[in-house]
């Protein structure tokens, strides 16, 4: 069936870093959505794209962070050098906006933890 | 900027009760949607509401759209302990924007 699919599901680095996480999208939807769930701030958006395009990434840290969709199967979101601040669980979504009765669909998460 | 509010963000209630959860929002938007997450998985989808006075029921939980008020409510009918969960609304205006969640906690 349709999924979102993020990989790696669990990553343990140390401080300083590069960490790389990916998303692929539902199969037709045109639109990725990154979004950071902690418990302090909730779920944030960093960024999204629409036809690959990016949209709006005001919300990430822009000295370290880095997204982009390389082809229409993939969007990468990098971390580099990561922080132990950077720890958290960051979710890839995908949808199809204005299309009637459909919501973004999430994936499982990536659980990023810094040392 | 849209800002999205829900209240409460807590809410500790008994079986067979019913409660209600409030969303407020800050846009124009007309597009709004309730997500259910369990501890540890991700988000599930529980509602889309794409106009103004839109209901939707499935089980003990309706949802509705108030888009003059910009508001929109969850409602819990009978409670079971099966609906302990975090309970989020977005709203869609191009970008989709969360609340901060509202943790339920059912007691049997």
């Known amino acids: 069936d349709a999924r979102v699919t993020q990989t790696p599901r669990h990553k343990v680095t140390e401080m300083g870093q590069e960490v790389t996480m990916r998303c692929q999208p539902i199969?037709?939807?045109?639109?990725v959505f990154w979004y950071r769930q902690t418990m302090m701030q909730g779920l944030e958006l960093l960024a999204y794209?629409?036809?690959?395009?990016?949209?709006?990434d005001s919300g990430m840290p822009k000295d370290r962070f880095s997204a982009e969709m390389p082809d229409a199967t993939l969007a990468t979101l990098k971390i580099q050098p990561s922080e132990p601040r950077d720890s958290a669980v960051y979710f890839c979504?995908?949808?199809?906006?204005?299309?009637?009765?459909?919501?973004?669909?999430f994936g499982q998460g990536t659980r990023l933890t810094v040392v | 900027e849209l800002k999205v509010e829900q209240n409460p963000l807590f809410l500790s209630m008994q079986e067979g009760k019913n409660y209600t959860i409030y969303c407020n929002y800050s846009?124009?938007?007309?597009?709004l949607y309730w997500y259910r997450q369990d501890p540890g998985k991700s988000l599930e989808s529980l509602f889309v509401l794409l106009s103004n006075g839109a209901v939707k029921q499935e089980g003990r939980l309706m949802a509705s759209l108030d888009t003059k008020a910009r508001l929109s409510t969850l409602h819990i009918t009978a409670a079971v302990h099966d609906l302990s969960a975090t309970y989020f609304c977005?709203?869609?205006?191009?970008?989709?924007?969360f609340g901060k969640g509202t943790r339920l906690h059912i007691l049997p």
């Open positions: 979504a995908s949808g199809f906006p204005y299309r009637v009765n459909t919501e973004a669909f």
């Open positions: 794209f629409r036809n690959r395009a990016p949209l709006d």
């Open positions: 977005a709203v869609e205006d191009d970008k989709i924007i």
């Open positions: 846009t124009t938007s007309d597009r």
């Open positions: 199969l037709g939807h045109n639109t």
